[in-house]
């Protein structure tokens, strides 16, 4: 079953930093894109990032670029999103997902969704 659990997600302030872990199992890793998500209250759910296989490639969406960087470690099944530079408006709950496609299509592979991790950026 597959199965994703995210966690590192908390109350900071303007400017400050969090990193993000993915932790998935239930399916080849190794084989797929992962992609980090958000959705803020009363908003839908949409793509923050996105790394290949063996991290040879990222995607940003411009609200993050140089901001956020999305690593991962096929030997922990796990995928990151280290932020900096917090603004208000990251506050959302960070999913993460395989991916199928590139870039702004991409799309989640899996139904399945974890619990996600809260992020508030909050003076």
């Known amino acids: 079953q597959v199965q994703f659990v995210e966690s590192g997600g908390g109350l900071v302030q303007p400017g400050g930093s969090l990193r993000l872990s993915c932790a998935a199992s239930g399916f080849s890793f190794d084989l797929y894109h992962m992609n980090w998500y958000r959705q803020a209250p009363g908003k839908e759910r949409h793509l923050v990032a996105s790394i290949s296989s063996i991290s040879e490639n990222t995607y940003y969406v411009d609200s993050v670029k140089g901001r956020f960087t999305i690593s991962r470690d096929n030997a922990k099944n796990t995928v990151y999103l280290q932020m900096n530079s917090l603004k208000p408006e990251d506050t959302a709950v960070y999913y993460c997902?395989?991916?199928?496609?590139w870039g702004h299509g991409s799309r989640p592979k899996y139904s399945d969704w974890g619990q996600g991790t809260q992020v508030t950026v909050s003076s």
């Open positions: 997902n395989a991916g199928l496609g």
